[in-house]
């Protein structure tokens, strides 16, 4: 069954420092998401995107972030100048349409210290 | 303003027992609706969904949920809950392109 992966699983890294977090969205999928999970707190929407750019972000999606889809195949988000507050699960997620649901991948979590 | 509620952080039940996890929403126009599952330390796992149709939905592992429109609702049920149903149980509304998720409900399943 096709699956959306994600890398690392687990990234550590000093606050100030710029991590990339990895997905592999299932291949006939269109639209790939971005979301974050806090420990303890519910899942938030990042950002989504389609056709090779941005479709929609929320507010917490500031300059702080970006996203992007290098080849045909990854597609990730990168995180400047981490702070503390951004330890976080992040799930990446791909449909192959709007209306339909999304796949999510296991998650990368990431711990800022 | 749209949003989804789930009004109860934790739901226990002995294993044998109905299940019922409860969501409510609110969207403008039709919504499409979902629930996901997380157990821990994994990703979220699509369990079922509502777009259109029979107001009964049917999904993976006997999960069921049932859409309401006058209540606005889209609660989860199973008829005989397991062990390894117990996990966090997550409501979502589709509305175009973004996704809202409610809080989540923590699920136990008591031998």
């Known amino acids: 069954e096709p699956e959306v992966t994600q890398t690392p699983s687990h990234q550590v890294t000093q606050m100030g420092q710029e991590v990339i977090l990895r997905c592999v969205p299932i291949?006939?999928?269109?639209?790939f998401y971005w979301y974050r999970q806090i420990l303890g707190q519910k899942v938030e929407f990042l950002v989504s995107?389609?056709?090779?750019?941005?479709?929609?972000k929320s507010e917490i999606f500031d300059d702080q972030f970006s996203v992007e889809r290098p080849d045909g195949s990854n597609f990730t988000l990168k995180i400047r100048s981490t702070k503390l507050e951004d330890s976080a699960m992040y799930f990446c997620?791909?449909?192959?349409?709007?209306?339909?649901?999304?796949?999510f991948g296991q998650g990368t979590r990431l711990t800022v210290v | 303003a749209q949003s989804v509620a789930q009004p109860e952080d934790q739901v226990n039940v002995a294993e044998g027992n109905p299940l019922t996890v409860k969501c409510t929403y609110s969207?403008?126009?039709?919504?499409?609706l979902f629930w996901y599952v997380q157990y821990p330390n994994r990703g979220l796992q699509f369990l079922l969904k509502?777009?259109?149709?029979?107001?009964l939905v049917k999904g993976s592992y006997g999960f069921e949920a049932e859409f309401n429109k006058s209540q606005t609702s889209f609660h989860l049920k199973k008829p005989s809950a397991l062990v390894s149903d117990s996990a966090l149980y997550f409501c979502a509304v589709r509305d175009i392109i973004w996704v809202y998720f409610g809080s989540g409900t923590k699920l136990n399943v008591k031998p």
């Open positions: 969207v403008s126009g039709n919504p499409y």
């Open positions: 997620a791909s449909s192959p349409d709007t209306g339909t649901e999304a796949f």
């Open positions: 509502y777009i259109t149709g029979d107001n």
């Open positions: 291949s006939n999928h269109l639209y």
């Open positions: 995107f389609y056709n090779n750019e941005i479709s929609e």
